[in-house]
């Protein structure tokens, strides 16, 4: 009479473990380092609010000068940093430096820097 195999022999059981184990050894350090990649992310974030900031101002003020506010004159390291005076709710913890329009905002806390374009009205 033939005989029924039922359930996994021990080398089977075995090879699934050792199988497991090296996937998890080559995947967990790419999920390790989450933390500093979240960092440039939100800097990259700062960054681009920041060029959006200047570039919304620039075009209202292109139309109507009143309603807006006047950024420093262009090409000097003041027109970096009244772009982050005039942003409103501006996250703390960002420095911005540069000449306008090359401006950096750098993340204290991580030391982590992103680049942004900003638009200043002379």
Do not use: H, W
């Amino acid at each position: 009479m033939k005989q029924v195999q039922r359930g996994f022999t021990l080398i089977e059981l075995v090879m699934v473990i050792v199988i497991l184990g090296v996937l998890a050894a080559v995947a967990i350090p790419r999920f390790v380092d989450l933390r500093g990649d979240a960092a440039a992310a939100a800097t990259q974030g700062v960054a681009g609010a920041l060029s959006s900031a200047s570039a919304i101002n620039f075009g209202a003020r292109s139309i109507n000068a009143a309603n807006t506010a006047t950024f420093a004159v262009a090409a000097t390291a003041a027109g970096c940093t009244a772009v982050r005076d005039n942003m409103q709710d501006m996250p703390a913890g960002y420095t911005v430096t540069g000449t306008a329009p090359a401006c950096e905002v750098q993340n204290t806390a991580t030391g982590r820097t992103a680049t942004f374009r900003a638009l200043v009205i002379p």
